[in-house]
Nanobody
């Protein structure tokens, strides 16, 4: 069992920044990659950033490339997403999970970008 708890979301103006965190606990020894997904109102969940646990290789959706940065703190079993130059279209609930969504989804953390 792996538990995922997201935090750090909130209301921010366009152009602003937020840093999301994800605490990962449980049987984590077999995890090879982690990612941040988001689901905007009325839309399907989409994968926006991934990172490999070994090597720290990252990948991003085109919509966030150059603005978002994913990182992991293996010692603390924590995943982060630094989001800069936020746009209204980034408004969504953000979730962490493996790239494939292997584990039960957490409650997510809502991000609202609005003036």
């Amino acid at each position: 069992q792996v538990q995922l708890v997201e935090s750090g979301g909130g209301l921010v103006q366009p152009g602003g920044s937020l840093r999301l965190s994800c605490a990962v606990s449980g049987s984590i020894f077999s995890i090879l990659d982690m990612g941040w997904h988001r689901q905007a109102p009325g839309k399907e969940r989409e994968l926006v950033a991934t990172i490999t646990i070994l090597g720290g290789y990252t990948d991003y959706a085109d919509s966030v490339k150059g603005r978002f940065a994913i990182s992991r703190d293996s010692a603390k079993n924590t995943l982060h997403l630094q989001m800069n130059n936020l746009k209204p279209e980034d408004t969504a609930v953000y979730y962490c999970n493996t790239k494939s969504g292997r584990y039960a989804w957490g409650q997510g953390t809502p991000v609202t970008v609005s003036s």
